[in-house]
């Protein structure tokens, strides 16, 4: 079984800042990939960054990056010069083998919800 | 292009009506799949498609929840007899057939039972 957990329920970040999301996991997966989705008021999950469990580097989009950290479980979201229109929930999401029926679904942490002030 | 679509977006039911909720998905993504998101919390997987094969259905909560997708493209997930426990944001996502990292989501539908 799969378990991802975020602790943050909620953060303030000031504009032009940078914030952390904090994202643990547990698997038994040899092999699998850890997501990061953006959810605005509107509802649509908006894909942010993804990082596969053997990949050398740590994953980076444009203003966010994830520091990923094997031995211990976890994927941290960095969002770097934040601007208003990042407040929203962000969920941390995880999909085990990379191949199978079972391996394709997502299970998703409990969300953190980011609001930045101006 | 157009991203998945998902109807209606909004839905009242009353306790006991059956509904239907319709998902299409990106133009040729082999796979899709349908999640659900309680308030506050994070979304919990349903059930997967391949083409047209329902090959996980794990997560669906109970048997008055029942999914399809006949021809391979447009799903359409049914719940029977509906619960006050059912409300919630439904959510479809696909992903492109080379298995890619992404699954892309769809808007919700937002399920309210009264």
Known sequence: ?118 | GAGVSQSPRYKVAKRGQDVALRCDPISGHVSLFWYQQALGQGPEFLTYFQNEAQLDKSGLPSDRFFAERPEGSVSTLKIQRTQQEDSAVYLCASSPPEGGKTQYFGPGTRLLVL
């Open chain 1, 1 to 118: 079984a799969q378990k991802i957990t975020q602790t943050q329920p909620g953060m303030f970040v000031q504009e032009k800042e940078a914030v952390t999301l904090d994202c643990t996991y547990d698997t038994s997966d040899p092999s699998y990939g850890l997501f990061w989705y953006k959810q605005p008021s509107s509802g649509e999950m908006i894909f942010l960054i993804y990082q596969g469990s053997y990949d050398q580097q740590n994953a980076t989009e444009g203003r966010y990056s994830l520091n990923f950290q094997k031995a211990r479980k976890s994927a941290n979201l960095v969002i770097s010069a934040s601007q208003l229109g990042d407040s929203a929930m962000y969920f941390c999401a995880m999909r085990g083998t990379l191949s199978g029926a079972a391996g394709n679904k997502l299970t998703f942490g409990g969300g953190t919800r980011v609001l930045v002030k101006p």
